[in-house]
């Protein structure tokens, strides 16, 4: 099971990603994940990264390729993966196709830019696992404190709102060309191998939509 979510920043990929690669039993590649490890470690990485990322532009396809292309060696990729943040440029999708790295189905979420505003704008994660909660939507049992650790809450550098905004505009220069660019694919107008794509309105239940995209995957997984 090889899946690719692909979505704006504040589309709910990160949520639906650790629900979707646990009933898959396939591990999430999440590269947001692992820069913000880097940037947490201060290793080179992390430091070259951190101010791009705070800034809300995209790091450079060189290195995320090389991130990505050395986690995929790792043995609990043998049977599939989640990306989930990757590919985010025609460049990186291309890197990938020529490395070798396949994908049967890309997952789209759309969800309207204001709402994404708010979205993102209540969101609040705790750094150690980076569970995620939202002030107004899935608030944590104790205002401002993780559910399992009873830890503080932090709101990402990266999810104020002028941030969001510049996110957005990245996303629908660079990123959402990609959807175009698998589209042709999943339709055999380019060659490579044929993802199937999939499209999920990403506003609502988080169960609903989850329950939407497996629905989706195993009907199409069995050729229906
Ligand atoms: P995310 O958690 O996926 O929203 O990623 C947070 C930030 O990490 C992005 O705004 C980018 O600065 C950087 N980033 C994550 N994935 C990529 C990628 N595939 N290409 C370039 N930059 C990325």
Known sequence: MKILLLGPPGSGKGTQAKLISGQFGIPQISTGDMLRAAVKARTSLGLAAKKIMDAGELVSDDIILGLVK???????CQHGYLLDGFPRTIAQAEGMRDAGIEIEFIVELQV???????????????????????????????????DFTGEPLLQRADDREETVRNRLQVYHRQTAPLIEFYSA?????????NPRHIRIQGSGEIGDIQQAIIRNINTRHDGS
Not at 119 to 144: C, M, Q, W
Not at 185 to 193: E, F, T, V, Y
Request: aromatic share 4%; proline share 4%.
């Open 70 to 76: 050395e986690r995929l060696t790792n043995q609990d």
């Open 185 to 193: 694919l999943a339709a055999g107008k380019n060659q490579g191998s």
């Open 112 to 146: 309207d830019d204001e709402d994404i505003i708010r979205r993102l704008g209540g969101r609040r994660i705790h750094e150690a696992s980076g569970r995620t909660y939202h002030v107004e939507f899935n608030p944590p049992k104790v205002k401002d404190l993780d």
